[in-house]
């Protein structure tokens, strides 16, 4: 047991200064160890800052530290970044769900289509085809084949489409009767000239025709000096639309054709002719293409048949006649320059026009 000391200070004498032991470094770490003993584990102060840091919202990427920094004063000096994988939206799921189905269903409707087997429908042949078709109507014809007509389904009509005309017409005059008519185109016929009278209309008379207006004055100054006053009359033949079954009507547009094509060659080259009055034949070239375009339209009318009616036949008949009788006029003209031939073409031209119009209006 310790015993008590006394000091007594006497005279107010400075007290005395005991010495201060200085604790060495490797005390104060002892001492450390021996503390750090006593308390238990989990009551260890860490001190943190109070700044927290957060992940932003929708951040892609994630703020992670790494613990194998040393800590100062508490805190992790040291860290990264990483980039945070997103999920898949759900749209985009459904959208590449749905595109798949597309794809599939586009795809098996192709393979349907190019293995099932299809019927086509019954279709018209339009602008350009008819000369193709009369291309294989001429070859069946020539290796002997007897039906040159069209397979087209039975009862299936279509429309034929008839382009407008426009023609310049020598009017000799207009009367008033049939009969007065009648006695004006005799008299052209013995003035040996081209005669048409238009009788189940107004009662005209004409002496010639052409699809140019020039041509058509060049004649028409011709006839004046020959003591014969002609009108130049300007006549529309209105185009047409028609409802027929669709074997006739393929076989008609190849009439309308070439038909129309030969006529406007045939009235040209005529009234040409007649107009210089120079005496020239027809150049080779020239009366083959004729030949052809010929040889075309016969068998574009050898391709309808006898479904049209008894007034379109009848009215088939005379425009064959008038259209075979301007041909052969011209090839005869070629043998011997007769100007009367050149009006025997004028003649039929004016004929297988105005039968043409007349066959326009009973389809």
Do not use: C
């Not at 019927?119 to 018209?124: L, R, W, Y």
């Not at 085809?129 to 014809?141: H, M």
């Not at 023609?167 to 048409?196: I, K, P």
């Not at 189940?200 to 004649?219: F, I, M, T, W």
């Amino acid at each position: 047991m310790n015993k008590a000391r006394m000091t007594i200070r006497l005279h107010n004498e400075p007290p005395i200064q005991e010495p201060i032991h200085e604790l060495t470094q490797e005390a104060v770490q002892e001492l450390e160890r021996e503390v750090m003993k006593e308390l238990p584990l989990e009551v260890i102060p860490l001190h943190i800052r109070d700044e927290v840091y957060r992940e932003p919202r929708n951040s892609d990427f994630v703020m992670e530290h790494d613990n194998s920094i040393s800590l100062y004063d508490g805190e992790p000096q040291g860290g990264y970044y990483r980039s945070r994988s997103p999920g898949t939206p759900f749209w985009k799921l459904a959208g590449s769900i749905t595109a798949a189905v597309l794809t599939g269903l586009l795809f098996g409707s192709v393979v349907i289509r190019m293995f099932g087997g299809d019927e086509s429908p019954v279709t018209i042949p339009q602008t350009g085809t008819p000369s193709r078709i009369l291309e294989k109507a001429s070859l069946g014809a020539a290796e002997g084949q007897g039906d040159l007509s069209v397979p087209v389904e039975a009862g299936v009509t279509a429309v034929v489409n008839i382009p407008e005309k426009t023609f310049y017409m020598l009017q000799y005059g207009v009367f008033s009767t049939g009969e007065g008519a009648s006695q004006a185109e005799a008299e052209l016929e013995q003035a040996g000239l081209a005669a048409f009278g238009d009788l189940a209309g107004e009662h005209r008379v004409y002496a010639g025709v052409s699809p140019d207006r020039e041509q058509a004055k060049l004649l028409s100054s011709q006839l004046k000096g020959e003591g014969i006053e002609l009108y130049v009359r300007e006549v529309l033949f209105p185009g047409a639309q028609s409802a027929v079954f669709a074997n006739e009507a393929v076989a008609l547009d190849l009439f309308f054709e070439t038909g129309g094509s030969l006529a406007a060659e045939l009235s040209t080259l005529s009234a040409s002719m007649l107009g210089k009055n120079t005496g020239e034949t027809v150049d080779p070239e020239m009366m083959k293409k004729m030949t052809d375009l010929h040889l075309q339209w016969t068998e574009a009318l050898k391709l309808l048949n006898s479904g049209l009616g008894p007034q379109s036949e009848e009215e088939l008949k005379h425009m064959e006649q008038s259209m075979n009788s301007a041909v052969t006029a011209l090839a005869e003209y070629n043998k011997n320059r007769s100007k009367g031939h050149l009006w025997e073409v004028q003649s039929g031209m004016m004929n297988y026009i105005m039968g043409q119009k007349n066959l326009i209006q009973s389809l």
